[in-house]
């Protein structure tokens, strides 16, 4: 989820009290939003919190255990091989899609007006993840599916892309890939767009060639842009659930047993909804930390256009 | 029992097909009688599978016409969202007065007090418990024996496969209806297995030249490990060697240490290494139903439930047909059997009227019209005799599956607490002795964490 970065400016005391007057209205627009946050957001985090200090398995009131559910993740083999296959999941995911949005958006701004083509890009977000998911379990399917047959009859070995601990987690994170590559291309096209257009007259005045202009302009302007794409996706990407509940459930041995699987799989089907608890807050600390550090690294609220 | 993903789609369709005219059946004729004071209790009851509930509308419709003062309203909700339903039911104390349940899942409810005990309704109205097929009563007590449900069906494994191939390769049903084996070299079952696999170059796996690398027809598929329960793949297998996971019903500790085990599953992965069976890899993927009809697999074993799915995709390639698992060194055919049941919710404001819906759920008369409607084996005997007639009359025959209650060669579904943690550490550990990835020398550790989930 991305924050707005507020600009609260203690200097600038004397507009403060002229806008006093707008607070009212504003306030009356903030608060469909602001119920929603609390209902929906607010409270079933704080909540969660409290779980995660209980023994709680939905069926009989929770059991206040202190810290005793956080001191078993430390011990808990399976949630650190969860640890790893997500962190496998995001550095692939993220990697290749964000470099090949980029390229992809980059091509459309500079060598194309077609508003066809822009569509097609977004096409497969249209899609809904479960259909994604089991068009491409099929599409990948070792005895049956489209794709190992193609590589069978170029005389290549079939894989099982989803069967195979070596291939399932990567082969998740792509058929994601494939998916949201489109809806990252736009924001980052977006971000193009507003690149104003006389730096880039001014770049070819000076006779730059279009690796420079890349390079020069479009790479540093685009910053802010990419930064949010970046926090979103990543945050995004952490959390993939629903391509593996629909695929492998987790399997084979773990491999694509991701800490949003592991959650579920502990609170609906062990009924362990304290540990389930207390592994969410460890996942929104991680969330939250990642995001601080891309924010700050990458100086996510400022602009190099405003000089 | 894990769902097939074919299933839970086709479920999921199927959900969205009937969910048009559930809603309209209770509407009318509730009000036809003249009960005292007219008022008419609506009993609400959940169940999960779409195959069955013409039959259960019509078994609600018939206990409504008998009993004006009720009236049933029936909600089906996929498996997948079934338990999620319940569950979340519970706590918020809206659930089904009425719910079809799993031995997967009930120990948790009754654990917590959130279904009601029978005992009492069960002696009051001098229910006769003999009626159902042996075991599937015990199925639904708790450690101490109090009943919580009444048994509405069952379910056994036997091996589905295509008569076109194995008739092609010079096999009868007689012969397939005598199969042997043993974990030592496999008996005639491993020799027919083998002659079933072929190569992509036509070479049968008990012929030289066979390329293992390069099958085009594997004489046996793998559905999955079997995880903790093995209840399609190798329970059959274990139970002829005398091998079971507990001591019974609500045993306290499991037996995956046992040489008897790790022997059954060396024998069955030796069969990837064989390239009889698909690698672990290779099974997974589309539905060991659909590899079947395809003609990826000569033979399957799995449920009764998965009947219909199979023979109703008989084709010009594909004519299926039914063989008991092989007998064991022990003399005899072997499978699991599990089965359903309803259960009352403790959160019912009617536990009277609740009660009087499941007995009729668990009496002959609903019974017989499930048996009618060929898609399960209803739980009393003489109902299950109809359902094989009822088979029988659209040409399946399934007198392999219900073989096994007839010669009391059953095992029961291992029903004890901790159940889906027992799952969640076993499940890995037989992925990777089946990917190859590690030895039957694994579960010994295995069986001690399982077992130390119940100090």
């Not at chain 1, 090949?100 to 459309?108: D, E, I, Q, R, S």
């Not at chain 1, 609906?268 to 608890?277: E, H, P, Q, R, T």
């Not at chain 2, 293992?212 to 079997?226: H, I, P, R």
């Amino acid at each position: 989820m991305a924050t707005m970065p507020l600009t609260a400016n203690p200097r600038r005391g004397a507009k403060v009290s002229r806008k006093r007057g707008q607070l009212v209205p504003a306030l009356l627009f903030l608060l469909p939003a602001l119920l929603g946050f609390l209902a929906f957001f607010a409270w079933p985090a704080a909540r969660g919190i409290y779980l995660s200090f209980t023994d709680y398995n939905l069926l009989s009131d929770p059991e206040f255990v202190g810290l005793e559910n956080y001191a078993s993740i430390g011990g808990d083999s399976v949630f650190w091989r969860s640890m790893v296959v997500t962190l496998q999941y995001v550095l692939i995911n993220i990697v290749v899609q964000t470099i090949a949005a980029f390229a992809l958006a980059v091509l459309l701004h500079r060598f194309t007006k077609s508003m066809v083509i822009r569509g097609v890009v977004m096409l497969p977000y249209l899609i809904a993840n479960v259909i994604v998911a089991l068009v491409w379990y099929w599409l990948a399917d070792y005895n049956l599916g489209l794709i190992n047959s193609a590589l069978d009859a170029i005389g290549l070995d079939r894989i099982g892309f989803f069967g195979d601990q070596q291939y399932a987690m990567t082969t998740i994170a792509l058929v994601n890939v494939w998916r949201h590559l489109g809806y990252t291309t736009l924001l980052i096209f977006a971000g193009l767009q507003a690149i104003p257009g006389d730096v880039y007259e001014a770049a070819a005045v000076d006779g730059a060639g279009e690796w420079r202009v890349f390079r020069s302009i479009t790479l540093p302007l685009l910053r802010p842009v990419l930064a949010f794409v970046l926090v979103v996706t990543v945050v995004g990407s952490f959390q993939i659930f629903d391509t593996i509940a629909v695929t492998t459930q987790g399997g084979p041995v773990d491999a694509t047993n991701a800490i949003t699987y592991y959650i579920y799989d502990k609170a609906f089907g062990s009924f362990d909804f304290g540990y389930a608890s207390a592994l969410s807050v460890i996942l929104m600390l991680i969330l939250a930390v990642i995001a601080l550090v891309q924010m700050r690294v990458l100086r996510a609220n400022q602009s190099d256009l405003e000089r | 029992m894990k769902k097939s993903l074919a299933t839970t789609a086709t479920l999921a369709i199927a959900v969205g097909a009937l969910a048009g005219c559930s809603g309209g059946g209770s509407d009318d004729g509730s009000s036809e009688g003249s009960g005292q004071g007219g008022d008419v209790t609506t009993i609400s009851y959940g169940l999960w599978d779409s195959n069955q509930l013409p039959a259960y509308q019509q078994c609600a419709d018939d206990f409504a016409a008998a009993n004006p003062q009720y009236t049933v309203d029936i909600e089906q909700i996929g498996w997948d969202d079934y338990w999620s339903k319940i569950t979340t039911g519970f706590v918020s104390g809206e659930n089904y007065d009425v719910f079809t349940s799993h031995v997967a899942y009930y120990p948790e409810f009754q654990k917590n007090n959130q279904v009601l005990p029978l005992d009492e309704y069960i002696a009051r109205d001098g229910l006769d418990m003999s009626i159902y097929q042996d075991g599937l009563v015990e199925l639904w007590q708790d450690p101490d024996g109090v009943q919580y449900g009444l048994p509405k069906d069952f379910d056994t494994v036997s091996l589905f496969y295509n008569v076109q191939m194995t008739e092609e390769a010079g096999y009868s049903a007689e012969d397939l209806a005598n199969l042997t084996w043993n974990p030592e070299d496999g008996g005639t079952y491993e020799e027919f297995i083998a002659h079933m696999t072929v190569d992509k170059n036509g070479v049968r796996g008990d012929e030289p030249g066979f390329d293992k690398d390069n099958v085009e027809t594997y004489g046996l598929w793998m559905e999955g490990s079997g995880g903790a329960d093995g209840q399609t793949q190798w329970t059959f297998l274990t139970a002829s060697l005398g091998w079971e996971q507990t001591d019974g019903p609500w045993a306290t500790s499991y037996r995956y240490d046992d040489p008897v085990f790790a022997e059954t599953i060396d024998w069955w992965y030796s069969l990837v290494e064989k390239g009889y069976m698909p690698t672990f890899a290779a099974q997974e993927g589309i539905s060991w139903a659909d590899q079947l009809i395809a003609g990826k697999a000569a033979m399957v074993p799995n449920g009764s439930w998965m009947t219909g799915y199979v023979f109703g995709a008989a084709s010009d390639t594909f004519t299926p047909a039914v063989a008991p698992t092989p007998v064991g060194p022990d003399g005899q055919s072997w499978s699991m059997m599990n089965g359903l049941a309803d259960n009352i919710s403790a959160t019912t404001d009617n536990p009277d009227a609740a009660w009087e819906w499941v007995k009729y759920l668990g009496s002959a008369e609903c019974q017989d019209v499930v048996a009618e409607a060929a898609v399960v084996f209803p739980a009393i005997k003489t109902s299950t005799d109809k359902a094989v007639v009822a088979f029988e009359a659209g040409g399946v025959d399934v007198t392999a599956f219900t073989g096994h209650v007839d010669d009391g060669t059953t095992v029961l579904f291992p029903i004890t607490d901790n159940k889906s943690d027992v799952n969640s550490i076993m499940t890995p550990v037989m992925e990777a002795i089946m990917s190859g990835s590690a030895g039957t020398d694994t579960l010994a550790d295995a069986n001690a964490n399982v077992n130390a989930l119940f100090e």
